[in-house]
């Protein structure tokens, strides 16, 4: 059996497998929302009617990259199943926030939406309050 480094206890190997797992669901999440984003930008998505609606869902339908997105959704959730499997549900909840932060930074990478001295704060809490769950 291979010995632990001194002061790392197997405590902290789940604990960072933990957050690695979410890490691997919310960038899923982050770049399935991307593409949504981007392909509904491209179509009418001025929706008044329910003829219109269902008009519009089998537009988005018929884009590939829909279905890349939706696989990637699907992925997130069964690594957030096998996360809620092993760590309780306010701690995997509070870390999964990153999310949120993920999504705010690829929004203004990849579709120039702006961030805000609000929004930045708020990211900022966001981590501020994702590092005192992980260390408590």
């Known amino acids: 059996m291979e010995q ?6 197997i405590m902290t190997f789940s604990i960072l497998a933990i957050i690695g797992l979410i890490v691997i669901t919310d960038l899923f999440d982050t770049v399935g929302q991307l593409i949504l984003k981007a392909n509904i930008n491209r179509i009418d998505a001025q929706v008044r009617t329910l003829k219109e609606a269902i008009q519009f869902l089998f ?24 996360v809620l499997s092993k760590a309780d549900l306010n701690v995997a909840y509070s870390i999964d926030s990153m999310r949120y932060i993920f999504i705010a930074l690829a929004s203004s990478v990849f579709l120039k939406e702006k961030i805000g001295v609000m929004r930045t704060s708020g990211i900022l809490a966001i981590v501020f309050g994702i590092i005192l769950v992980t260390l408590s």
């Open 59 to 82: 537009r988005l339908a018929r884009i590939p990259q829909l279905w890349a997105s939706l696989i990637l959704s699907l992925s997130s959730l069964l690594v957030w199943l096998f």
């Open 4 to 9: 632990l480094p001194p002061g790392v206890t």
